[in-house]
């Protein structure tokens, strides 16, 4: 049961089922463990999401390899990875050099209530204040430290499934 070895559509299938379990534990933590999460926490659940939407379109259209939809569903998969682990490498920095001077900023629902979004994204990305605590730990390593190497193996995940030549299979 190699998943290198699987076809397209079931290839994105997994990679859907990562991002659907990686998403339902950061629910689990947040509502069970009572571990809120910061901004930049809630910007890695949507590109997560996102990822995950990308993996589940191109698992259920399974487009043909000749017509170069597998290498567009690849990519765009690859680029929605490359986003999130911008902001896991964001929020690392964040935790690993801390600002001194940094207090806990407002909750992201009163920045969306107060400001337009290029403001919420520009201000949330300068993240500090909650941003730099480490509440959650597994093997020495922070969450955003784990959603970094998550985002990265499924950015390589994406563009094998999506530019690997295979012969024709059922699924």
């Known amino acids: 049961m ?77 680029l929605a990875a490359l986003v999130g682990a911008g902001i896991s490498t964001k929020h690392v920095s964040v935790q690993l050099f801390p600002d001194p001077m940094a207090s806990c900023g407002p909750p992201l629902s009163f920045l969306r209530e107060t400001m337009g979004p290029f403001e919420v994204l520009r201000r949330v990305l300068t993240g500090t204040g909650d941003c730099g605590n480490i509440d959650w730990r597994f093997l020495g390593l922070s969450m955003p430290m784990w959603c970094l190497i998550c985002f990265v193996l499924l950015a390589v995940f994406a563009l094998y499934a999506g530019f690997k030549s295979r012969k024709r299979t059922l699924i």
């Open 2 to 78: 190699n998943p290198l070895r699987w076809g397209f559509r079931a290839q994105f299938l997994l990679g859907f089922l990562i991002c659907a379990g990686l998403l339902g534990y950061a629910i689990f933590v947040q509502l069970q463990l009572g571990i809120e999460p910061c901004p930049l926490c809630i910007f890695q659940r949507i590109a997560f999401a996102a990822l995950g939407v990308l993996f589940l379109l191109g698992a259920l259209h399974g487009p043909r390899s000749s017509a170069g939809g597998r290498k567009i569903y690849g990519v765009l998969a690859f």
